[in-house]
């Protein structure tokens, strides 16, 4: 979200038409489940996905404050800067954080996700099909971005989140019903569940990105080692816990497909 949000038009289509600080843990299971969804679901599962987001974005528009201009969310440029750097963020962190992934592997994941463009609403061949029809999106649409009032809004709501009440101890939920959500108390739930993956977010975010922001980041390599750190102790957690995970996509998937059926992306190439 961090670089999505510097797309001016973009981060107003999603701020003008939700709450993201009320509703936090929904938007981000809604977004996990669409993910999951064309990524382990049936082909007819991805496509209803696909049906309903396409149109729940036909009937919502934005307003550009400073012109008056009223325009669609589901603008092809917006929805491409959407497809370009959710799918580039993933390819990006996941090489970063120790997945071994050849060249033609990395193109090959871009260019899957043609059909991802295509479940939103673009057309799949304008959509980029390897890393280097990718960089030339981001280098196209580089003078476009900035970091406006919404980015600001969105820069503070991600280190600063609501943190949901099933991640707060006991105590800190009970003192939550009585006192304000400032309480100190809630500081370290908060702390340890979001602000550090908050800060990693953003230090793996692009230079350019960073110069948008005004915020400087750790050294690359401090940053990579970081993130490999960071999924090498995901990695470390036992498949059957991270797939009792909601949403539950990957068991239903090993349901439908039998029961020798395995997921094993750190597998690649060997």
Known sequence: MYLQAL???????????????????????????????????????????????????????????DTGERYGVDEPALLMWVHCAEIDSYLHVARRSGLRLT???????????????????????????????????????????????????????????????LLVPAREVDDFLLRPPTHPLLVPAREVLWRRVAH????????????????????????????RLAGLLLRRIPARVRRQLPPKHVLRAMARLGPDARPAPYKLGR
């Open 7 to 65: 797309h001016p038009r973009a981060v107003r289509g999603v701020m003008q038409n939700s709450d993201v600080r009320r509703d936090a843990w929904g938007r981000l299971m809604r977004t996990a489940s669409f993910v999951g969804t064309t990524t382990y679901g049936t082909t007819e599962d991805a496509e209803r996905a696909g049906a309903r987001v396409r149109r729940i974005h036909r009937m919502l528009t934005a307003t550009d404050p």
């Open 103 to 165: 060249g033609a592997e990395a193109d090959r994941y871009v260019a899957e996700h043609r059909q991802s463009a295509r479940l939103v609403g673009l057309d799949p061949d304008a959509a980029p099909g390897d890393r280097a029809e990718m960089a030339e999106c981001f280098e196209k649409v580089r003078p476009d971005l900035s970091a406006g009032p919404e980015a600001r809004e969105v820069d503070d709501f991600l280190l600063r989140p609501p943190t949901h009440p």
């Open 200 to 227: 990693l977010a953003y230090a793996s975010l692009p230079p350019y990105a960073h110069e948008l922001y005004g915020r400087p980041a750790p050294a690359p390599a401090t940053v990579t080692r970081q993130l």
